[in-house]
Every structure is written in C-alpha cells, then in structure tokens.
C-alpha cells in the first residue's frame, strides 16, 4: 500500500487554491517584496524588449531656417511627437513610421516657410500703410517668389535675390535702369552650366519691368560670378549640344578602331583615344570667273562691218591765201592723157572707209558654297596594345613584344577604319607596350569583430541574447522562488507519505489534485479497495465525519 501511495503522491502537484492559500499566509512584508519583486521582473522584461526594438529614426526636415526649426520643434513639442537632431544639427529626425503624417500636419500650419516670404505678405495689408511701404513689400514679395522659383533648380539647394529697383522720374536724362544679383547655394559636387545660367539672368529679367540681361549678376555660395562664364559662350553663338557632338564623333571614330582590333588583340589588350578637331564656323562663299579671250570654244554672238566710199576730193595745196582764191577755168587736155589707175582717173574712190565688229559671248562662271557645320578638319589618333602572351613549353606564360610586321599591320587596319586623310593633316600613331597587371584590390580579411556585417548581426544577437537572460532572471530569479515560497514541493509531499497509513496524511494527500487521468485514478482506487479495504473504509467514515461537521 506504501508503495501505490508514494507513486500517487509523485504524480501530484499543488492546486492554484493551495497557492493562494500560502500566499494569503505570508506577511505583510513577504506580500510587498513579492509584489515588487514580479513588478520589476516585469519592467525589466518590458524594457528590454523595448530597447531592442528601438523605433528606427527618418529625417524628417534638414537645412532649416533657425527661426523655421525652432518653429517645428515647437509643433513637435505640441503634439508629443519624439524628435532628436542629426549628429551635425542639421536634421530634424523622427520615428519613421510618424514621418509622412507629421509632414502633413506640419504643411497645414504652414511649416516650414523656408525663409523667404512671397506674395502672401500683400495679403495681410494693413490700413494707413503708406506707398512707401507698400513698394517696399511688393518689391520683397517679388524677391521671395524669384529666389523660390529659382531653388526649383535640381542642383540649387537654395537662392536670395537682390532687386535694385530705382525710383521713376519724369527727367528722361535722371532715369535710372533696374538691376538685380542673384545669389545660388549649389548642392555639394554640383554646378550650374551656361544654359542654366541664361536661364536664371532671363527668368529675372523676364519678371522686373525694363532690366536687361546685361544687368543681372550670379554668383554662388564661393563668391564667383557665374555670369562671365556664360557671356562668352552666349555673345560667340555657341551652343551646348557643339561639346557632346564632338565627344560623340571621337567616340565613334573609337568605335571603329575598337572594332577592328578586338577580334585581333583582345578587348583587355589595347587602348584607343581619338581627338577630332571639328570645324564649327559658318562660311559662305561665291566666286565669279571668266575665261580668257578669245577662246577656241568660245561662240561668237555678233558680227558686224560696215564699208564707205566716195569720189570727192579732199582738200588740196598749200594752206593760205592762195587755197581760198577760186579755181582757174578747166581745160580739156590735148596731150598726155590721164593713165588708168591715177588719182584722178575717171571711175576710181577718191576715198574709202572699212569698219568690223564683232562680238563674242561672255563666259561667266558664278559658284554659290555654303559649308556645312560640324566638318572634322583634322583627327589625331594614338593606340597602344599590349604585349602578345606566349606559352612557353613548361606550361608557364610570357609575353613578347610585337614584332615591326605586325604593328605595320595593326597601323594599316587602324588607318582605313578612321579614314586617314594626308590632305587634310590627320596623325596616327599606333605603339606596343606592356600593360600593368591590374591590381586586384586585395582586401585584407578583416576580423570577425570588424567586419560591418558580423557587427549588425552580433547586435541583433546581443537584443536577443539580453531579451532572453531578462527572461531568465525572472523566472529563476524571481519567479520560481516565489513559488517555493507559496507551493509545497515535492519533498514535502513524500515526507507525508512517508508517515505511512495515517489517515489524515492520506486526507491531505488524496485533497491534492494529480495529473493522472480518471481512468487511472479509477483503476488505483479500485486497486487500493480490494488490497486493504480498512483504509478506504477509514477514509470514507473521514469524509463522512468531515461532512457532518460541515453541516453541523
């Protein structure tokens, strides 16, 4: 019968009504450090959990104004949001599971205001302001919207312009020009290039009544005037598209020599650079010529000769007194008769004029030539390739310089694929060298504690590891002696089975719960009846007694 007690009283365990009943024992003190023992267990569990699921912290706003961050911190403050700054001060950080929503609450109160204030300050005009002031306003809201419209500019962080308006006068000879400086605070690394400078002097000019583009200076946060680099370019007619036009022509002409030696050399082993000198200058010309004359293949337009004859003598004798007295009377000649082919002989011109002209076509030649931009006027070309690999008969690997037959065939290749020209002054020049090995970049292994992934996870590791010892302190710190405190153990139920067949050992073992099903419960009841039915009989008249005093 022992025996079959002793496996009972091993099966059993202490009723949470036995807890409380010998926590309900204790004393007022033994109460109080068992309270605050499991409250600070608690906190210490709680607040380890906490620390390491520490909210994870976005910015929120960066680069402010002090008067816009002092403003914001103040809203935060308001709406008991956590907030801590950025190791340099210039971020306003915040858990970033709150970063969107308090953005939007922020831009309902008009935060933050950037610093410059726009055309929302003629809105709060006040009665009796004067002209003067009223000028003076309108000319700082001008500046507020220039300078925002400005740090719209994706490599302008942000902008302050400066507007010198004059005063308007009736005297044409006392009037005045407006101007104005702009003032840009670039992005780090970043720069403003000539188009985007026009852009700003125009944008500017565009929005204050008679100022020139002349009359507008930019400058950046370094102190130098942006300005006179874009005059030069924009005065010359030269466009920003001419520099990426020429990397494109020398990247072609790249393109093919690269093509024409990979299949050869190899990717790795050769280097090619082309430097096009590209003719931007826009010349027309016309030329007018003639070809001598005359010439055998010239056409002839006009011909025309004229001939003219008459008989009347001309003016004969000495000039004088005797040339104006009047003939003497003719006589017929007797003798001497006039011979044929004399002056005077009858039928024969006393005068005769002849005349020719002729007219031939003009050959004229006019040549109208209009060049055409972007003609390459010279190119220069330099290669180097690499030494040839040789395997020697070990297995091991050398390499050789070319020989003069293969760089002449390499130069013959190079110069169609560019397109030599000797006319128009085109240099090639192709040298074999050895290349350096590239250095691979041996990383020295570093060590496990240094190494910025092992560190992030040794971190999440130490949150867990020091999660899981809390844990562990309470409970075997905290609660389990709490409850040794409070529950009998199991030694203290086998010294009273120990006590033998003592019926009120058995009444108090048999009032402790067992973890045994009722089956068994059944079949160890039965078995204990029928091996010694005094006991059951004694406990029974025990409960029976224990009940009528219950009534009684």
Do not use: C
């Not at 036995?18 to 906190?43: M, P, S, Y």
């Not at 139920?493 to 006590?499: L, M, P, R, T």
């Amino acid at each position: 019968m022992s025996t079959d007690v002793t496996a009972v009283a091993r099966e059993t365990l202490p009723a949470p009504q036995q807890v409380l009943q010998r926590f309900n024992e204790l004393g007022q003190r033994q109460k109080l450090a068992a309270a605050a023992a499991v409250a600070l267990a608690i906190a210490l569990v709680v607040g380890v959990w906490l620390w390491s699921r520490a909210p994870e912290y976005a910015v929120l706003f960066s680069n402010l104004e002090e008067r816009d961050g002092g403003a914001i911190v103040a809203a935060l403050q308001q709406q008991n949001v956590p907030y801590r700054f950025s190791p340099g001060g210039g971020a306003i950080l915040i858990p970033s599971q709150m970063v969107h929503d308090v953005r939007l609450r922020l831009a309902a109160q008009g935060l933050p205001k950037g610093g410059l204030v726009g055309f929302e300050l003629m809105e709060n005009q006040k009665l009796g302001v004067s002209q003067f002031h009223e000028q003076v306003n309108f000319q700082r809201a001008l500046e507020g919207e220039l300078a925002r419209t400005i740090q719209s500019i994706a490599s302008v962080a942000s902008a302050r312009v400066h507007l010198a308006i004059p005063k308007q006068s009736g005297f044409l000879r006392d009037e005045q020009k407006p101007t104005a400086s702009v003032m840009v605070n670039l992005h780090p690394g970043r720069t403003m290039d000539a188009a985007q400078i026009a852009g700003v002097v125009h944008l500017i000019a565009s929005s204050v009544p008679q100022l020139a583009n002349e009359r507008v200076s930019v400058i950046d946060q370094s102190g130098a005037l942006l300005t006179t680099r874009a005059d030069p370019l924009r005065n010359a007619g030269l466009d920003a598209t001419q520099l990426s036009y020429v990397r494109e022509v020398e990247a072609s002409y790249i393109r093919r020599i690269e093509a024409i030696l990979t299949p050869i050399v190899g990717a790795a082993n050769f280097k090619a650079q082309v430097n096009a000198d590209v003719d931007f200058n826009q010349v027309e010309q016309t030329a007018e010529t003639y070809k001598p004359n005359p010439s055998s293949d010239q056409a002839i337009r006009s011909q025309q000769s004229s001939e003219q004859e008459t008989r009347q003598p001309g003016a004969q004798g000495v000039p004088g007194a005797l040339t104006n007295q009047p003939p003497a009377p003719a006589t017929a000649p007797i003798t001497n008769p006039a011979l044929p082919g004399a002056a005077n002989a009858p039928g024969a011109p006393l005068n005769s004029n002849r005349s020719s002209t002729l007219n031939y076509e003009l050959d004229r030649t006019i040549q109208h030539t209009r060049q055409a931009l972007g003609q390459v006027r010279r190119l220069s070309v330099a290669v180097v390739v690499n030494h040839r690999g040789e395997t020697l008969p070990n297995g091991q690997t050398r390499t050789v310089a070319l020989t003069d037959e293969e760089i002449a065939r390499l130069t013959n290749l190079v110069r169609e694929a560019m397109g030599y020209s000797q006319a128009r002054g085109d240099s090639l020049n192709v040298s074999n060298a050895p290349f350096t090995a590239p250095q691979e970049e041996a990383e020295a292994a570093l060590p496990m504690w240094k190494d910025p992934t092992m560190i992030d996870l040794g971190k999440e590791l130490l949150k867990y590891a020091a999660l899981l010892a809390a844990v562990g302190f309470v409970y075997f710190g905290v609660i389990r002696p709490l409850l040794r405190s409070v529950a009998p153990p199991p030694k203290e139920i086998e010294a009273i089975v120990e006590q033998g067949n003592d019926e009120h050992a058995l009444l108090s073992l048999s009032a402790t719960p067992r973890l045994a099903s009722f089956d068994e419960k059944l079949v160890r009841a039965k078995e204990l009846a029928q091996s010694d039915p005094k006991v059951v009989a004694n406990l029974i008249k025990e409960w029976m007694g224990a009940n009528d005093e219950n009534k009684k």
